[in-house]
């Protein structure tokens, strides 16, 4: 049984806006930080975002001011809401939670 679940993403224009959802069915979620990578073709996958269990926020400069990611202890929830989307977010992007990892959801962002 996969631990994370990814559901959201798909195709968006430049500006536009995507929100990814992360759900973890883990009883001991609100114990550790939530983060969503991002991993382009032939490249290793990056941290874009995290969030820890107090609530504080990390965040790449890439997208710094573009995406927030928040937390839903009680839903088990890590989302990732990217506004003002650009091409070259255009990636697989995954969650992370302790040691498991979403399946991945491609996000393309078209001019």
């Known amino acids: 049984q996969r631990q994370l679940v990814e559901s959201g993403g798909g195709l968006a224009q430049t500006g536009g806006s995507l929100r990814l959802s992360c759900k973890s069915v883990?009883?001991?979620?609100?114990?550790?930080?939530g983060a969503w990578y991002r991993q382009y073709p032939g490249k290793e996958r990056e941290r874009i975002a995290l969030?820890?269990?107090?609530?504080?926020?990390v965040y790449d400069d890439s997208v710094k001011g573009r995406f927030t990611i928040s937390r839903d202890d009680a839903k088990r929830t890590v989302d990732l809401q990217m506004n003002n989307l650009r091409v070259e977010d255009t990636a697989v992007y995954y969650c992370?939670?302790?040691?498991?990892w979403g399946q991945g959801t491609q996000v393309t962002v078209s001019e």
């Open positions: 883990w009883s001991d979620f609100s114990d550790f930080s």
């Open positions: 992370n939670h302790f040691v498991f």
């Open positions: 969030v820890y269990t107090d609530g504080k926020t």
